[in-house]
């Protein structure tokens, strides 16, 4: 269909082509992919438009500029450059002064939701464009005037936000992807609560979790190298007479050893096969 965009399919009013002179696209499309992304290629055959020339679209009427040369020569600034006027954002030249106006205040007011750019893989054409007061708007609560009615929104309630780094991310997914990566959860209670844990911001506020709830090793070797922590006070323990025996008195550590008998068997077995001066003790188990 020659009357409608190959790009946007919105009826053709005015066309924006370079030097291939391929005039089938319209001009918000191509100021669009100019302007935003940067994309200055011809979207039928890809090949690269420095300039572009914006008119009105009037079939085999339309007025066709071959010389591109010609008007790269003159290489105008912003504004009026002899018959024509040049918009300096998207190298592109208008024969109407009113398009021209109006495509200048389009690109100074517009925004695109680069979460939504990211994130959704549609076409150019088809993402909405804000100010800059709807796109606060869209990003927080998905209901600027540009996001349309409820069940055009259908259930977008705005980007969730890291409550950490109050930065928003396309959907759940990636702000769980974020929170697994960029910050921490405790995975005891991960492993208990499944499905409703906390976050949290870095491992210090996590260490102070670990030891508010649960039985953290308080040795500043352990606490350098970190997670060395345990759900229950006897699993603490048991790491305590295992890593830090060495530095503790010998009634303390008999003491710390004296919870269930057959723990305290596999204990001394295994020090008596390192060989390291286990005798004292040795006879102090002698009389379970
Ligand atoms: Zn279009
Ligand atoms: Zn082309
Ligand atoms: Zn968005
Ligand atoms: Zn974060
Ligand atoms: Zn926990
Ligand atoms: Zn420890």
Not at 76 to 96: I, L, M, P
Not at 241 to 258: D, F, I, N, P, V
Request: glycine content about 8%; aromatic content about 12%; hydrophobic content about 30%.
């Amino acid at each position: 269909m020659d009357d409608t965009c190959a790009v946007c399919a919105d009826t053709l009013e005015w066309v924006a082509y370079g030097p291939c002179l391929h005039k089938e696209v319209c001009s918000t499309c191509i100021i669009r992919l100019r302007f935003i992304c940067n994309d200055f290629y011809c979207c039928i055959c890809k090949s690269e438009s420095n300039t572009i020339f914006v008119t009105k679209a009037l079939g085999d009427y339309t007025k066709m500029i071959s010389d591109f040369k010609g008007l790269g020569e003159v290489n105008g600034s912003e504004g009026k450059v002899g018959e024509y006027w040049f918009h300096e954002g998207t190298k592109a030249y208008f024969d109407d002064f009113d398009h021209y106006n109006m495509i200048k205040a389009m690109c100074i007011a517009i925004f695109m939701c680069s979460l939504c750019l990211e994130g959704r893989k549609i076409f150019i054409s088809e993402q909405k464009l804000y100010n800059r007061a709807q796109l606060t708007q869209h990003v927080r609560t998905g209901d600027s005037v540009i996001d349309g009615s409820e069940s055009e929104r259908g259930g977008f309630t705005g980007h969730p936000m890291c409550e950490f780094c109050e930065n928003p991310f396309y959907g759940d997914n990636e702000l769980y992807l974020h929170m697994s990566t960029d910050h921490f959860t405790c995975h005891m209670c991960q492993r208990q609560h499944p499905g409703q844990y906390e976050y949290f911001n870095n491992y210090d506020n996590l260490e102070i979790h670990f030891r508010q709830e649960h039985f953290l090793c308080e040795d500043e070797a352990c606490l350098a190298r970190k997670f060395i922590v345990f759900v229950t006070e006897f699993e603490l323990k048991r790491h305590n007479a295992m890593e830090h025996g060495g530095r503790m008195s010998r009634s303390k550590r008999s003491a710390l050893l004296q919870i269930p008998v057959s723990f305290q068997f596999r204990q001394i077995n295994e020090h008596d096969r390192r060989g390291g001066g286990g005798h004292g003790r040795r006879s102090n188990s002698s009389g379970i």
